[in-house]
């Protein structure tokens, strides 16, 4: 992987010249979710409960000798269940229904997945594999000329995850994700790529011909991000498409410099590459992997643009360039193979394939390390997802009803190290959690910024190089990798602006509309109106089931009579009210 | 109300209980406490242009001499006078580490290697490490200004400043993205006053309080409670400070990271700060590229050198100056040169051993086994000087012990 060329995309966004596309078409409006319009329907007493839960993952958790848990409570199952998938917090009536029946929990896992923001929450999980969501630039060239260049970025690295996206939310067999014989595009991409369906919006297109359909495979973003320098003849790539696709990274492995090499002799290095045994323990597989990738430009930007649309990043003509390098010819650990066609084919059959998407939407729904998760989940979630015919809503499903994924604390201190009871909410969770409860999306149009300036609007949230996803805690997919699991300086006053911002956005702008998200009841002062309008507001933002009476009731309401005394204005008294809320540690996690 | 030494204290116990497994003891570690910056050359730099000299490699860079200054050589070059200035003044209070051995050429997995001994990245880094035990109560023990640092089990105590200074857009209300009246999330804004975020600590402490007493009383749950208790606290006494950040929209280059690590050591809002050096080291073509590189990096190092003269920081501040990994002994077919698994560092300032050069790379730039004591490769105890002994040493140069989080004898012949 050659960096330079992507320090220079993401170097120097000064604010004058910062756009970004919104992160998605959905929508995100708080909606009342019919449990029975999932796919799969309401099993009743499916759940069962704190004591009962139908575990599908089969896990640890029932050993002997091992204390049971504590497990959450049916509404606070909901609400994990909501943030994980959708990043929302459920409507009131949810979890009202799950709270007279715990049984209609599986058929909210299914609605769920059929509504609005888990599209996102899927890019999102793969992204943590293929690393895909970066933030570059792009020049503005006819025909985008009037286009933000990072909006122009944005689009073309999304087009992977938008791929996989489309897969599992439309049911098909997530093996397609290297089979598909489409790209997913979107206005800016399609322009980028000289694609003229007149479509718009994010579409499926055919891809270009003369190029093998493999799924992501096929799509240009994944070896955007994963560029070559062409001098290690594409064995960067190789390992991304291993780790990613099969959790076998050749990183892992250590290298050992065989003294007797000469490491001034290229010759000798080539020959050691096929027959030292230190050596071809990795090259005897990765370099037949990396040889499907010398028909893709290695690194495509490192050319200075000039035009859209873009020659064509795959040329036929070098499938066979292997021949004059590492004289590998393309191959699957031991299979014959051809070009990424074949390859996908050949990864899609593979065990590793559906065992390693086991392991990594479990990772990413329990917050750990895929290494981390123990073969037995790995089997059971495995078995889940074959059975299924690759549906990915059924291996999430059983992640989502498992025990594990309903713990809430250890019941005793002998565990506790090990029992993780909160899971800590990402960025991009966040600003669905506040548009969903506020209607407030923190941005910045830059043409408003600068009426002169190409379109584009920065999402503060989920950019990283101008906004705040990295100090809210996510990485960037290039420099920073990964999110942390807790909170910092950084974080907390991440949180703290976005729910000052959040809280002024309600009292000036949502509490005057027709039908106000949170303050129902507006600007109310009076002590008992006061009251009633807080236990709604416990329940739809913290999804807690509050009496007017309670500890909680009464210390929002002290709060409330603190603002406002020292104000006197009921708007700064709600607006500081509202903001303590948003602030809340039940905020951050879930 | 939950007491500042209520969550530092139990913080600190569970990081101790959590992390153990290998018995703490002070042995090699310097007396004196420092504090630390990293200084990280993002991309793989060539170390035959400086600091490991191999004027018999047929790819060695063009070259006057090796210089000897004090008894570090260094391969010098007109085109390159601050790489010669550097150790013209800074030799003295120097000292070069050979013969690392990364065992990798993966980026991501040598950088984790180098910052945190382990492949995997999960524990923390030599800088975290050092202001955990340092400086756990300052605002922000660890200052990460640049953009690669890993602090594992130790995020708590670290916080970012942003590609751009975007910190500075939460620290400071007047520094804040600004609003449009167009928008349709436009509002007039709100920061709660003295008397109202008084207020909202009152009520989120109360919450907090109860929620320890259910669900959040040990293990992971409590240490997560702790953390959101402590992050606001920090976060508050960094609002105090917003004048030293800089300001939103800033590109943060090599001096402008260097201003203000100091700045936050200067004024104790910090302990340790983590540099990156992103000049575009990773050169796979026309390796004459490093050259001039590592000729701006060097210029860098002075500057940060006697930046911390000026400002009476030196004798209290180690500096540490490494890269992922290097380059290979020979050029590839465009005259380039790819990623090598041993590797070389700098450090320099208080309490290091200066002038002198320990351990060794081979003529093809292998790792010689070391005296982890001496940095002799001739006699003593010779060892592999693997990246977990790197770290170990560097954190042992700062006075901080690292074998709660890492399994290492340290490597100390640059502690003086």
């Not at chain 1, 796919?39 to 091992?66: F, I, L, P, R, Y």
């Not at chain 2, 606001?232 to 939103?248: C, H, I, P, S």
């Amino acid at each position: 992987m050659k960096r330079t060329t992507w320090m220079i995309w993401t170097a120097a966004l000064a604010l004058a010249g910062c756009s970004e596309g919104p992160a998605g078409g959905e929508g995100s409006g708080a909606s009342e979710t019919d449990p029975g319009s999932g796919t799969t329907g309401t099993s009743e007493g499916e759940t069962g409960g704190e004591e009962t839960g139908a575990d599908e993952t089969g896990g640890e958790s029932t050993g002997e000798t091992e204390p049971e848990p504590e497990y959450l409570s049916p509404d606070e199952h909901l609400v994990r269940i909501s943030m994980a998938l959708r990043g929302t917090r459920p409507s009131r009536s949810d979890l009202d229904a799950v709270r007279q029946d715990p049984g209609l929990i599986p058929g909210f896992v299914d609605a769920y997945m059929e509504g609005p923001g888990f599209g996102e929450t899927i890019r999102d999980l793969h992204n943590d594999a293929l690393l895909t969501s970066v933030d570059g630039q792009f020049p503005a060239l006819a025909p985008l000329d009037d286009v933000q260049p990072f909006a122009i970025s944005d689009s073309v690295m999304d087009t992977t995850l938008r791929l996989v996206e489309r897969i599992v939310v439309e049911d098909r067999p997530y093996s397609e994700i290297v089979t598909a014989d489409t790209w997913v595009v979107d206005d800016i991409a399609a322009a980028v790529y000289g694609i003229d369906d007149g479509g718009s919006g994010w579409r499926e297109v055919p891809i270009p011909s003369g190029r093998p359909a493999a799924g992501i495979l096929s799509d240009n973003a994944f070896f955007l991000r994963h560029e070559s320098a062409n001098s290690n003849f594409h064995r960067g790539r190789a390992n991304a498409v291993s780790s990613a696709l099969l959790c076998l990274d050749y990183e892992d492995n250590n290298i050992e410099l065989d003294e007797g090499i000469d490491l001034t002799d290229a010759d000798a290095v080539a020959t050691a590459l096929t027959t030292n045994p230190a050596c071809i323990a990795c090259h005897d597989t990765l370099d037949p992997l990396a040889s499907h990738f010398f028909a893709i430009v290695g690194n495509p930007m490192s050319n200075q643009i000039t035009e859209y649309p873009l020659p064509d990043l795959y040329i036929p003509q070098r499938e066979d360039d292997w021949m004059d390098s590492t004289g590998r010819a393309p191959g699957f650990y031991g299979e014959e193979s051809s070009d990424i066609g074949t390859l996908g084919a050949l990864i899609s059959t593979d065990p590793r394939f559906t065992a390693c998407a086991a392991r990594r939407f479990y990772a990413y729904f329990l917050r750990t390390d895929p290494g981390d998760v123990s073969s037995d989940t790995v089997d059971t979630l495995d078995a889940v997802f074959t059975e299924s015919d690759l549906q990915a809503k059924a291996l999430i499903r059983a992640i989502m009803l498992s025990d594990e994924f309903r713990i809430a604390a250890a019941s005793s201190e002998d565990s506790a190290d090990e029992v993780q009871g909160y899971l800590r909410a990402r960025p991009f969770q966040l600003a669905r959690t506040i548009e969903d409860l506020t209607g407030f999306r923190w941005e910045l149009d830059v043409q408003l910024l600068q009426p002169d300036a190409g379109a584009g609007v920065l999402d503060l949230v989920r950019s990283s190089s101008i906004g705040f996803q990295v100090l809210g805690g996510s990485g960037d997919s290039f420099t920073v990798l990964g999110s942390i699991d807790t909170t910092n300086a950084t974080t907390s006053l991440f949180v703290r602006q976005l729910a000052a911002e959040a809280s002024s956005f309600v009292v000036e702008q949502d509490a005057m509309a027709d039908e106000p998200r949170l303050l129902s009841s507006g600007l109310v002062t009076e002590q008992e109106a006061v009251r009633a309008q807080l236990v709604e507001l416990f329940d739809r933002i913290h999804g807690e089931a509050v009496e007017p009476d309670s500890e909680d009731v009464s210390d929002a309401l002290a709060l409330f009579d603190a603002a406002l005394a020292a104000s006197g204005d009921p708007a700064r008294a709600w607006k500081t009210t509202l903001t303590a809320m948003l602030r809340d540690l039940g905020i951050l996690f879930y | 109300m939950i007491s500042r030494r209520q969550f530092l204290g139990s913080s600190a116990a569970l990081a101790a209980a959590t992390l153990g497994g290998v018995s703490t003891t002070r042995a090699n570690v310097a007396d004196k406490p420092r504090r630390l910056i990293t200084v990280f050359v993002d991309g793989g730099w060539d170390i035959a242009h400086s600091i490991d000299p191999k004027p018999n490699l047929v790819a060695t860079p063009d070259y006057d001499e090796v210089a000897m200054f004090e008894d570090i050589p260094v391969l010098t070059h007109s085109s390159r006078p601050n790489i010669t200035g550097f150790f013209e003044q800074y030799a003295p209070i120097s000292a070069v580490a050979h013969g690392i051995n990364v065992r990798s050429i993966s980026h991501k997995v040598c950088e984790r290697k180098m910052f945190t001994g382990l492949p995997s990245g999960a524990g923390p880094d030599a800088g975290a490490i050092v202001a955990n035990e340092h400086a756990r109560d300052y605002p922000m023990p660890y200052f990460v200004v640049g953009a690669t640092a890993y602090t594992g089990p130790l995020s708590v105590i670290s916080g970012r400043v942003g590609r751009q200074g975007q910190i500075n857009a939460l620290l400071d209300p007047n520094d804040a993205f600004p609003r449009f009246e167009q928008s349709p999330y436009f509002h007039e804004g709100f920061e709660a006053d003295g008397d109202e975020e008084s207020a909202i600590r009152a009520f989120l402490d109360a919450r907090l309080e109860r929620e320890r007493a259910t669900r959040g009383q040990w293990g992971s749950n409590r240490a997560r409670i702790d953390d959101f208790i402590e992050s606001m606290e920090k976060g508050a006494v960094l609002r105090d400070n917003a004048q030293y950040f800089g300001e939103t929209g800033t590109q943060l280059d090599l001096s402008d990271q260097v201003e203000l690590a100091l700045t936050a050591l200067e004024r104790d809002l910090a302990w340790s700060v983590g540099i990156t050096a992103s000049l575009g080291f990773d050169t796979h073509e026309g390796n004459d590229q490093q050259g001039q590189l590592q000729n701006a990096l060097f210029g860098g190092l002075s500057n940060l050198a006697q930046a911390l003269i000026d400002r009476d920081l030196l004798d209290d501040t180690v500096v540490a100056v490494f890269s992922e990994m290097s380059r290979t002994p020979a050029l590839n077919g465009n005259a380039g040169k790819d990623h090598h698994p041993v590797t070389s560092a700098l450090v320099f300032g208080g309490g290091v051993a200066g002038g002198a050069a320990y351990g060794a790379n081979g003529d093809n730039v292998e790792a010689m086994p070391v005296d982890f004591e001496t940095g002799s490769t001739d006699s003593g105890d010779l060892k592999s000087l693997d990246s977990t002994a790197w770290v170990a040493g560097l954190a042992a140069l700062a006075g901080a012990d690292a074998s709660p989080y890492i399994g290492a004898d340290p490597f100390t012949a640059f502690i003086g």
